[in-house]
């Protein structure tokens, strides 16, 4: 190695150290900080995708689950019965839980309802299997089976309007208050009507809480509806479809309200 002459000034580590790296954009490369918005977003959308694949794997499970459970259970309850209600309880109970445990962000309120309209939309296409296989098992009439089936996508439908709502806002004190109308919409009424019974009061025929009604929908097999489960059944898919609507109208009104927002402020940049 050749000794270092005053023309050639002696390389130090420190030196070495200071020489400057070449712009990745001399290269033809773009700097990687332009790849992490893509890449967050990719992210996200994939994290929304894994979200609907863990809902219907574990609902799987669930109803899988609940069918063993029925089928070793030595109750007075028929199995056929105990399977709808641990189905009913699965979506109206379990998933509205699993969706308000979630933290939303600001800007995802829209895309945060669009998501549990998807998810109910997975969950009852699946369960469209457990409630016409019991329906052949227990020879229930067409009829029956419908009004069956429209019961649980009229509860259902409305604990996801609940979720959906409770998740319009990014604190956790909503999602909090959203399980607790969850699950009043399920046990309150029958508490009190058990309370009412106790005391002598007498008791009535439930007209918010689908105990009842699936109750009575899932007993001895006839050829009409019992009233007023049919009339119940109505009211309620139109609370919940009423409700859809009026959220859908309110987050077109507000993403109207974003875009026109964000025209202004081009507007005024521009003028500037």
């Given at each position: 190695?050749?000794?270092?002459?005053?023309?050639?000034?002696?390389?130090?580590?420190?030196?070495?150290?200071?020489?400057?790296?070449?712009?990745?954009?001399?290269?033809g490369a773009e700097p990687a900080q332009s790849h992490r918005p893509t890449t967050a977003r990719h992210q996200r959308d994939n994290g929304d995708l894994g979200g609907l694949r863990v809902v219907i794997v574990v609902w799987c499970f669930w109803l899988l689950g609940a069918w063993a459970m029925a089928w070793v259970s030595d109750t007075s309850v028929p199995r056929v019965r105990w399977m709808l209600f641990a189905g009913l309880m699965g979506l109206m109970l379990v998933w509205p839980a699993f969706r308000l445990s979630e933290r939303v962000g600001p800007g995802q309120?829209?895309?945060?309802?669009?998501?549990?309209?998807?998810?109910?939309?997975?969950?009852?296409?699946?369960?469209q299997a457990v409630i016409w296989s019991?329906?052949?098992?227990?020879?229930?009439?067409?009829?029956r089976g419908l009004w069956l089936d429209a019961a649980v996508l009229a509860w259902s439908l409305l604990s996801a309007l609940?979720?959906?709502?409770?998740?319009?806002?990014?604190?956790?004190?909503?999602?909090?208050?959203?399980?607790?109308?969850?699950?009043?919409?399920?046990?309150?009424e029958p508490v009190a009507v058990w309370v009412s019974?106790?005391?002598?009061?007498?008791?009535?025929?439930?007209?918010?809480?689908?105990?009842?009604?699936?109750?009575e929908l899932t007993g001895v097999p006839v050829t009409r509806v019992i009233a007023p489960w049919d009339r119940q059944i109505l009211l309620i898919a139109s609370i919940a479809l009423g409700g859809w609507a009026s959220?859908?109208?309110?987050?077109?009104?507000?993403?109207l309200m974003r875009q026109r927002h964000a025209v202004a402020g081009a507007g005024r940049l521009s003028s500037d």
């Open positions: 190695m050749t000794e270092p002459t005053d023309d050639q000034p002696e390389v130090t580590a420190a030196a070495l150290h200071e020489v400057p790296v070449p712009d990745a954009a001399m290269h309120m829209g895309r945060s309802a669009a998501q549990v309209l998807l998810d109910w939309l997975a969950l009852v296409s699946v369960y019991l329906h052949l098992m227990a020879y229930w009439p067409l009829v609940i979720v959906a709502v409770a998740r319009l806002w990014p604190g956790g004190s909503a999602r909090i208050v959203g399980m607790l109308v969850c699950i009043a919409l399920v046990f309150a019974i106790v005391s002598g009061s007498g008791g009535w025929s439930m007209r918010v809480s689908p105990v009842q009604a699936m109750w959220l859908g109208v309110w987050a077109l009104g507000a993403a």
